[in-house]
């Protein structure tokens, strides 16, 4: 009976998680499709003849101040869309959080799905992209964002699970600037590419034992906070 009342009391968070979980994809997908349509319409007015690393008319493009300021200023808008939308999925602060990671994930990964159906681009994996403006260009491999948004995917399903059963997973003070760091290290390592995009040699500006750092860090971080709250 007690087995019974208690698998009766979890399947019915679990039902509305998941039910709230796709909607939230869903809302994902469709905000990487609007997002990868504006970038149809900048490749067009600026790389005409093609999207391809280096970029050689940065200066060109730097040029435009109120297209960049519009820009930055649609990126500063869809992080606030984003918190929004969390906010309003999640019903605590760690379930928004959640969210939070679960959108951006999905957008990230859809917004190159739909420009591999728009554009048929990225050819590879491999291929550059500029990732974000706030506050310099950031730049790498396509893989890097990829990896990042595949792994906040993972972190968000594990927070809903044991949001679900009443054991949320919970970081201490010390390890709360731990995750700050991994990602402050993530960050630089974009924005170092990002100072370089216009040379021959951009690649190499890329450091990918930076980047797999942050990564790694967090990655443990988090395995932490999992192992302590059994």
Request: positive net charge; hydrophobic residues 55%.
């Amino acid at each position: 009976m007690f087995t019974h009342e208690r698998l009766r009391d979890t399947s019915a968070p679990l039902k509305t998680t998941l039910m709230r979980f796709v909607i939230a994809c869903l809302f994902g997908i469709a905000f990487g499709y609007i997002e990868s349509a504006v970038v149809v319409y900048l490749r067009v007015i600026f790389h005409p003849e093609g999207f391809t690393f280096p970029l050689s008319n940065v200066d060109t493009i730097l040029q435009h101040k109120a297209l960049l300021l519009t820009e930055i200023g649609r990126e500063a808008a869809t992080i606030v869309l984003i918190l929004t939308g969390a906010w309003l999925f999640g019903r605590n602060l760690q379930q928004r959080f959640a969210y939070f990671l679960t959108i951006f994930a999905v957008w990230d990964i859809f917004y190159y799905v739909w420009l591999k159906v728009l554009l048929n681009w990225p050819a590879r994996i491999s291929d550059w992209d500029i990732l974000f403006l706030i506050p310099v260009a950031w730049a790498g491999p396509v893989v890097a964002p990829v990896l990042i948004s595949i792994t906040l995917l993972v972190f968000a399903i594990m927070i809903f699970y044991r949001d679900c059963y009443g054991r949320p997973i919970r970081a201490s003070r010390i390890e709360w600037p731990g995750f700050i760091a991994a990602a402050v290290v993530v960050v630089v390592s974009f924005c170092i590419a990002g100072r370089h995009i216009a040379e021959p040699d951009y690649q190499s500006y890329f450091y990918w034992p930076v980047f797999a750092a942050g990564q790694i860090g967090a990655i443990a971080l988090f395995v932490k906070c999992l192992l302590k709250q059994k």
